[in-house]
């Protein structure tokens, strides 16, 4: 039944060239194509933040309120956008709906629509040029530099988003994205702090830009890193990969390889062992009544991808091996033959009515000279398989080795 | 050709039952079978080694002189009577062997020709009642249970030392085995630290009994533990394992599955990472032009037997799963059936001439509802295959879970 599984062979996945290899711009007409928004936004917080690191210094309580709107905004984006609006792994009620769409909005990584739009598209188009952030187009194009630049609508693979055009809470985010973005961007981490315990700066520049540029670099990981480092324990004809380090890196998106195969599971680790933060914060939710409806795929179907590619890996190095000559092509030897062969002097052997030839071997005899001569010019078959000794699975591939040819005894003869 | 190599199938394993199933003993019966000299050495040294432990405080060079001779008498057990003399891994210089005689006798474990003897009949019956340290008898006994009762010698299996029998210096250690063992046990580590810096009683506690000590379990881990715990790479038929913390614990013959496959190989850890200071002292020596003719198996052979228990276990994983109805024993299904039956509202579709059942799956279908029912009634292999989206190797192996018939198209079918 196992043969009747065949290994997709994927036929809308496009040779795309190397970055070097395409044609090149000219610089004004490269210039046309950044989207200035994006990149002033992605290339100026990092200086705000460090500016306010030298300037400012953190206070315990902004520290432990940093690290903590990092993770609510970080997963905004991970359980919200990710995992409940981009795949529909898992259903939730109204009030995390709206504190997801809040939260992820201060990620400030666009709109819920815009970004799942995109996130379907990649799903559905990894590693071609439909891709909105392909890995084959380079580590730094897969993590931040398709932000930088221009989106070409003709170019981007269509995806579906029906079911969040008709969801109204989406939709109000998307229209009214960039107050909320600013508030929960950089407003509310500033008022938290102050009004909390009058650290207004240190709320501004760490809870603020510093988190905001954190939380950037860790979800962009999971485009780039995420598709460059790692296993492919399920499936090794695309770029996702299985990594712990962008795991930690990424709240828990980091096993990228199982996501790609089971998108609408809303686990990533599947391992109870793996780390992954936004599947605890949903199975949480899901304890105190929050979400529900959490998808799985089966451990069946989990398996099988996993079985098949140890099947993979095992014929792979199966193909580098030396079996010794195949039995079919060995030329026949009568027992006349042998005898008189092994009359002149020939070190022949038999066993499983193969004739061995153990010339080279009778000295590197493990067991000693000797045993291996009791067999000498006979059928060993039954010394080499107990009587004498019961040979280890080793000796019993060793053998393949010496074969040269097929034993044909008189009584078979006449 | 893969096919060609059969996994051993021994035939020389016997059943053992469980010492609780044996026949009991009268205590006088068991009394006559123990063997003092050994019981008493075994249990009188941990006894005298704690006494002078607590009475004789331990100076630094007595410390490092004990871990020296710890490490000098016991590889005179794993290099030499091991390594070199039962399995003749390797080739010495006769300083060399000399000194493995003196120091392995160090170790009071049996002159080298009693203690090969037994380990040749060990690697020969392992696991049956003709192995004289049989794991299958319990961890107490492959330890030192075995040591500590008389030895039936018409139980033990038999093994070829010829080849020990006909050298002089491995002949005159047996012969003069008692005052050679009670110098190098005792005299020697007391004389270094007396004569050295004057540590007469440290000398004798901790570089002679304690030293011994460790060593005796140190070595005998190799039969007990290396029999119990770790893994097993290259056959799983008996009880050898391959384990890290063994090898940290005997100098480095942990990779016990490894050896007894490949008996006569003079490395037990073939990862070039595995811990195994015999392995090092052995290529040291070498370097040093104090022995010769290394073997090892080739690794095309060492890795047969690796990659056959990997294909074994994917065979086994693969037992477990579910792979779906066998196409072989589906009905068949007309093409007017297929149409008759969507008309009337079934939720069929077509993959590779297999008529589906997607009822169940059309609301949880990862890439949302409207794309599959664009399948619905219809031949969807294209759509599925690249046309519409290229599926995931996972999404080809969940199919097989809808099969309900195979489909007769009308071209076919006139
Ligand atoms: C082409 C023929 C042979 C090959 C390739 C071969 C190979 C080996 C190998 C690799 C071992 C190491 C232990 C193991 O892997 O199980 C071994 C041990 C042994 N062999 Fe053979 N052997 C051959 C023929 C024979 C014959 C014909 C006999 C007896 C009549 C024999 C008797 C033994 C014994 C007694 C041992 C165990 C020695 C020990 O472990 O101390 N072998 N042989
Ligand atoms: C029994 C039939 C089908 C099964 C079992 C199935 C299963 C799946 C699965 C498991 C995925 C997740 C991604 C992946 O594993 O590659 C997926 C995604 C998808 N499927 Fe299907 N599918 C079926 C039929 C169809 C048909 C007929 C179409 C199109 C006409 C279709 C269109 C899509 C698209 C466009 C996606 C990508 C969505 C995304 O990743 O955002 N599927 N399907
Ligand atoms: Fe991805
Ligand atoms: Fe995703
Ligand atoms: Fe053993
Ligand atoms: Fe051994």
Not at 169 to 191: K, S
Request: glycine letters at 8%.
């Amino acid at each position: 039944p196992f043969d009747n599984q065949p290994i997709a062979k994927p036929t809308n996945r496009r040779y795309v060239p190397p970055t070097s290899q395409r044609k090149s711009r000219t610089v004004s007409e490269f210039l046309k194509e950044i989207n200035w928004l994006h990149a002033s936004l992605l290339l100026t917080t990092p200086v705000i933040a460090v500016y306010g690191m030298m300037s400012v210094s953190l206070t315990w309580k902004t520290f432990v309120w940093t690290f903590i709107y990092y993770h609510m905004t970080g997963m905004g984006i991970t359980v919200g956008y990710h995992r409940l609006y981009s795949h529909r792994s898992y259903k939730a009620t109204l009030p995390i709906r709206i504190l997801l769409l809040l939260f992820g909005a201060g990620a400030i990584e666009g709109s819920c629509r815009w970004w799942s739009r995109d996130h379907r598209a990649h799903h559905r188009y990894t590693d071609t040029d439909k891709d909105p952030y392909s890995a084959h187009s380079g580590f730094f194009w897969s993590h931040f530099g398709w932000l930088m630049m221009k989106q070409d609508p003709s170019k981007i693979g269509r995806s579906n988003i029906e079911d969040l055009n008709a969801d109204k809470w989406v939709m109000w985010q998307h229209r009214n994205y960039l107050p909320i973005a600013f508030f929960f961007g950089f407003v509310f981490p500033t008022l938290v702090a102050g009004l909390g315990w009058d650290d207004w700066m240190g709320g501004y520049f760490y809870a603020g830009v510093l988190r905001l540029v954190t939380v950037h670099h860790s979800t962009f990981f999971v485009n780039s890193l995420a598709h460059f480092i790692g296993d492919t324990p399920y499936d090794d004809n695309h770029s996702p990969k299985d990594s712990i380090i962008t795991a930690i890196l990424t709240f828990g998106e980091g096993y990228h390889n199982f996501h790609h195969e089971f998108p609408t599971d809303y686990r990533n680790a599947y391992s109870t062992f793996g780390y992954d933060p936004s599947k605890w914060a949903i199975k949480l939710m899901e304890l105190l009544g929050l979400v529900y409806d959490l998808n799985t795929f089966s451990k069946n179907e989990i398996q099988k991808g996993m079985i098949q590619m140890r099947q993979k890996n095992v014929e792979q190095l199966k193909q580098v091996i030396h079996w010794g000559t195949a039995i079919e092509s060995l030329p026949e030897m009568t027992e006349e033959d042998f005898d008189a062969q092994c009359k002149q002097g020939k070190k022949y052997i038999i066993i499983d009515s193969i004739v061995l030839d153990v010339e080279t071997f009778i000295d590197e005899h493990p067991g000693g000279v000797s045993y291996i001569k009791m067999g000498l010019g006979k059928d060993a078959t039954k010394m080499f398989r107990g009587e004498v000794y019961g040979h280890s699975n080793a000796a019993n591939n060793l053998i393949s080795q010496f074969r040269i040819a097929r034993f044909i005894s008189k009584e078979k003869n006449n």
